[in-house]
C-alpha cells in the first residue's frame, strides 16, 4: 500500500508568510508525528497525535506553531509569521499503533523541505 | 530526559565487509524500544532494525544485527557483507514504552562503502 506522503515537497517562502505543511498518513494509521530536521542532525520531536486527538506539543517551538488532525488522518502543520530560522526539513511519521504493547515503529514520510527567505 | 548519542560523525568500509556503527543512551527507564533508521541521499527515513529493551535476543534483519547491551546502555548496529547500497546517513533512536511517544534520536554516522 501507499507510504506516508507529504506535501509540498519544497516550499520556498518569505519572511512574515504564513505556511502550511500536509501530512496524509498510512491508511488505518493511529498515530501521526511530526519532527523537524536541521542538515546534519537527527530529527526532532514536535507533536503528534492519536485519531484526531493532540497527545503532546511540547515539541513545537513556539506559538507560531500549531497542528491539527480534525478527522484522525490527514493532518496540517501551519508555521505563522515564518523566520529564517524555521528553514528545515518538516517530516511527518504515523505508526499503526500506539501506548502500551504497542510496536512503536513510526514511519517516515519523504519530508517537506521549506526554506525562509 | 533520554539522551541518544552517536559518536562516530563519519565511518566507512570496504565493499561486502563488515562494519559496526555505535550507539549509547542515557535513560532511567527500564522497559524502552531502540531503532535504527537509514537515510540514504534521497532523504528518506527508512527503518533498518528494531529491538525491545525486555528481549535478551539481539535483533537481526538479513545482513542487518544489533548487539544490544542493557546495562552499558549500549546499542550498535553491525552489517554485513557491505553493499554500495548501504551508503547512507544511520541514526540511532530510542523510545519509551511508558507513554511518551516521541523518538529521540541521536546526531547520526555518515557511512561511506568504498567499491
Known amino acids: 500500500g501507499a507510504g506516508v506522503s507529504q506535501s509540498p515537497r519544497y516550499k520556498v517562502t518569505k519572511r512574515g508568510q504564513d505556511v502550511a505543511l500536509r501530512c496524509d498518513p498510512i491508511s488505518g494509521h493511529v498515530s501521526l508525528y511530526w519532527y523537524r530536521q536541521a542538515l546534519g542532525q537527527g530529527p526532532e520531536f514536535l507533536t503528534y497525535f492519536n485519531y484526531e486527538a493532540q497527545q503532546d506539543k511540547s515539541g513545537l517551538p513556539n506559538d507560531r506553531f500549531s497542528a491539527e488532525r480534525p478527522e484522525g488522518s490527514i493532518s496540517t502543520l501551519t508555521i505563522q509569521r515564518t523566520e529564517q530560522r524555521d528553514s528545515a526539513m518538516y517530516r511527518c511519521?504515523?505508526?499503526?499503533?500506539?501506548?502500551?504493547?504497542?510496536?512503536?515503529?513510526?514511519?517516515f514520510g519523504p519530508g517537506t523541505r521549506l526554506t525562509v527567505t | 530526559a533520554q539522551t541518544v548519542t552517536q559518536s562516530q560523525p563519519e565511518m566507512s568500509v570496504q565493499e561486502a565487509e563488515t562494519v559496526t556503527l555505535s550507539c549509547t543512551y542515557d535513560t532511567s527507564e527500564s522497559d524502552y524500544y531502540l531503532f535504527w533508521y537509514k537515510q540514504p541521499p534521497s532523504r528518506q527515513m527508512i527503518l533498518v532494525i528494531r529491538?525491545?529493551?525486555?528481549?535478551?535476543q539481539n535483533a537481526t534483519e538479513n545482513r542487518f544485527s544489533v548487539n544490544f547491551q542493557k546495562a552499558a546502555k549500549s546499542f550498535s548496529l553491525k552489517i554485513s557483507d557491505s553493499q554500495l547500497g548501504d551508503a547512507a546517513m544511520y541514526f540511532c533512536a530510542y523510545i519509551s514504552n511508558f507513554g511518551n511517544e516521541k523518538l529521540t534520536f541521536g546526531t547520526g554516522t555518515r557511512l561511506t562503502i568504498i567499491p
Open positions: 511519521a504515523s505508526s499503526l499503533d500506539s501506548g502500551l504493547g504497542s510496536s512503536y515503529e513510526q514511519y
Open positions: 529491538q525491545e529493551a525486555y528481549k535478551q
